[in-house]
């Protein structure tokens, strides 16, 4: 198996006229096709993986999608990536040591979520899946917000309005409908703010996320449609979610589709940055498919030595979107020993925070459960709450007795 | 405003709408055909010539994207009443509805609120082809975080929506097709009755019988026929399924000692189950007979022309009368 894209990754179909052709550079680029009633658009649309920074770190440039950093921000998207990756893994080790009860790694995926989660202003809105903490971070949720729910004190701890990030969503590709309906009331208000929906490819199966694109579509919402493929759905690879690559979907639904290296955060920035405009400005909306490597488990309840090949994974890491930002800041000479050390205390010292925070966390009052059930109430939760707050009291003597009062 | 001495239950819903888009402009109405056409049963009839298509919206055929993008709407800050065409095609929408809508103001632990409004026409009775006839209540009353009524008449119709829709909560309002052309009285200056409170609307005194939605009539017609026959029946209007107003179900069985609940849903696992054993847990010691149930059957609602059959009419309502009172 080639690390490469779902087409590349299936034989062809007897009689298809899709080729397999293998790539033997590293740049992912879709299959070709030989279709001889393919235009050049087709062609285009094809050849499109959009990189302007190789895996060796090396700046390229693309024609439709320009970026111009300053060392500046360079080195911000540097630390936001190696920050968030500090993050993930203090919450996996907080896992293991039985503080959460699941954690979902974003490792590998930074690049993906760092850049489109910078190309945000701070009037937009996303709608994440469950996975994205390093948007979470572009956001300004604090960090140990994301992990209640994963230690299991709530379902989602953080109030979305205060950093127009929504709640994480568990069930796969819901939010992406959630975004075009939000997007469709930025519509109305005249707003000229954009929506952001993020997805797997395992969603992408999903009724739900058809219909956010139908629905988008029609109404010209100003939704952009964020998919970080990363190849694998638990066990389950891209080519069991679909026959043709992803972001070619969208054609049919009357938006532009793009693929762009998901571990280039540069890319993955200029993208998203055009589709953000191109959706405030009233062009409707676009779907963005990042191709990227679950570098880790689905969760911590996975195994992924059950369904993919070490050597799969190896190869992926030589693509790893920290190292090449590095290789590339150190050769321009942007960052020096200094400042990496500085951003390596840093890391340390938002590991340890997250840990205090975490062991401190305490359980939610038991009564909570009867809490915001409704928001104008309800009579058969006023009568259970009542009920079991009389059973619980009446434990109350027991207690003292056992107390020794 | 004004009196109307005899208006549908399809015109009252309409000036319900109207009123509420009216009195707040964040009130949308969404669903299929519910635009130029007016909905197929004519309910939101001019409702996109008077307040245009950025209110009174087209959707798509995808009942999930209908609510899926209601909730979003909602989240923006817009309350959205979304027409879901016909009973038995809310089940693409049963996830968006169940597993985000219902549960997201509680996961937002009560940061966000999504006043979404659910219309869907229900019931059998008009001679309608598979799907259009259903009654799946009880698949939404079992739900935490959601809100069910069902109205019986015009001036419930009119009121009852509004309510729901000036709530900060998901509310499913089921709507009862067959009674859409029943002329009721509507006042719409009065004062409307709390949306989750149960009404007698027939005072009895050896049995009471207890309904919502199409069922109400019905069991009105039981009481005037058990009436010639002698026999004192009470009407309880539940009005709502979830919650369900238990204190005047209650306070009525506690006189009569007799209960029979009506609903088209079917028996087994319907309403009707939970009202038996709740009445029976409170009223344990006034009952004199055991809470009897009158309702479909445990099978697919049937080909049209056996409808009448299937669903719960005067003669089988009336038999369980007969068997309630002879214990």
């Known amino acids: ?405 | 405003m004004a009196v109307f001495e005899k208006i549908t239950i399809a015109k009252a819903i309409n000036a319900s709408l109207r009123a509420s888009m009216e009195a707040d402009p964040k009130v949308l109405v969404m669903g299929e055909d519910v635009g130029k056409l007016g909905g197929v049963f004519r309910v939101t009839d001019g409702l996109q010539k008077d307040f245009g298509e950025e209110r009174v919206i087209d959707t798509p055929l995808a009942e999930s994207g209908i609510i899926g993008t209601a909730i979003g709407l909602a989240l923006r800050g817009y309350r959205p009443v979304a027409e879901i065409q016909f009973d038995g095609f809310v089940f693409p929408a049963y996830d968006q509805i169940v597993t985000q809508l219902a549960k997201m103001h509680a996961r937002a632990l009560g940061k966000v609120k999504v006043p979404v409004v659910i219309r869907i026409p229900y019931a059998g009775g008009i001679g309608a082809v598979e799907h259009h006839s259903e009654s799946p209540e009880a698949l939404f009353a079992h739900v935490a975080g959601l809100k069910v009524v069902s109205p019986s008449n015009a001036s419930d119709a009119y009121w009852m929506l509004q309510q729901a829709i000036a709530g900060d909560d998901p509310v499913i309002y089921f709507e009862p097709k067959r009674r859409y052309h029943d002329k009721s009285r509507l006042d719409t200056e009065s004062i409307p009755d709390p949306l989750h409170k149960a009404r007698i609307t027939r005072t009895g005194s050896d049995l009471t019988l207890a309904a919502y939605g199409p069922m109400v009539k019905v069991c009105e017609n039981v009481a005037n026929v058990a009436a010639e026959e002698g026999k004192s029946v009470e009407v309880v209007d539940l009005r709502s399924i979830s919650p369900i107003d238990f204190d005047t179900v209650q306070s009525s069985v506690e006189k009569t000692g007799r209960l029979v609940v009506v609903h088209e849903a079917p028996v087994f696992f319907g309403s009707g189950a939970e009202i038996a054993a709740r009445i029976t847990e409170r009223c344990f010691y006034h009952l004199e007979a055991p809470v009897l149930r009158v309702g479909g059957f445990h099978a697919p609602y049937p080909p049209s022309r056996l409808e009448d059959e299937y669903l719960p009419g005067l003669d089988r309502v009336l038999d369980a009368v007969d068997r309630a009172l002879a214990y």
């Open chain 1, 1 to 405: 198996m080639t690390v490469e894209g779902t087409a590349e990754r299936k034989t062809a179909r007897g009689g298809s006229k899709r080729t397999t052709a293998k790539k033997a550079t590293p740049t992912n680029k879709a299959p070709q096709s030989k279709a001889g009633n393919s235009g050049r658009a087709d062609q285009a649309e094809q050849d499109q993986l959009v990189q302007l920074l190789t895996p060796e770190g090396k700046r390229v440039e693309h024609p439709d999608y320009a970026i111009d950093l300053s060392p500046e921000e360079l080195r911000g998207l540097y630390r936001d990536m190696v920050l968030t990756r500090c993050f993930d893994a203090e919450a996996t080790t907080l896992q293991r040591q039985g503080e959460l009860g699941l954690w979902a790694s974003l490792l590998g995926q930074e690049a993906a979520q760092i850049g489109s989660g910078r190309a945000l202003r701070d009037d937009d809105y996303v709608f994440p899946t469950y996975r994205e903490h390093g948007v979470a971070w572009c956001r300004g949720v604090d960090p140990t917000n994301l992990l209640g729910m994963f230690r299991g004190v709530n379902h989602g701890g953080w109030d979305p309005n205060s950093n127009n990030f929504h709640l994480y969503t568990i069930v796969i590709g819901s939010q992406t409908l959630h975004a075009t309906g939000y997007a469709m009331g930025v519509q109305k208000d005249g707003a000229d703010s954009a929506v952001i929906a993020y997805f797997g490819d395992g969603a992408s199966s999903q009724g739900d996320v058809a219909e956010s694109f139908t629905f988008s579509a029609v109404y010209n919402a100003p939704v952009v449609f964020f998919c970080q493929n990363n190849q694998w759905a638990i066990s389950e690879p891209t080519e069991k979610q679909t026959r043709v690559p992803l972001y070619q979907r969208a054609r049919g639904f009357g938006f532009p589709g793009v693929r762009v290296d998901g571990n280039d955060v540069l890319a993955c920035l200029a993208v998203t940055k055009a589709a953000l405009e191109r959706a405030r400005t009233g062009q409707g909306p676009m779907l963005i498919e990042a191709f990227t490597y679950r570098m880790g488990a689905h969760t911590t309840s996975d195994d992924p030595t059950k369904y993919r090949a070490h050597e799969e994974t190896l190869a992926w890491e030589a693509k790893d979107p920290i190292l090449r930002l590095r290789t590339y800041l150190e050769s321009e000479g942007f960052v020096d020993e200094a400042y990496l050390a500085a951003i390596d205390e840093e890391s340390e010292a938002l590991g340890k925070r997250v840990r205090d925070v975490v062991r401190a966390m305490p359980d939610p009052d038991t009564m909570a459960i009867f809490e915001n059930v409704y928001a104008d109430g309800h009579a058969l939760v006023d009568e259970e709450r009542a009920q079991f707050a009389a059973y619980q009291a009446s434990f109350a003597d027991a207690d003292a007795i056992a107390e020794g009062n």
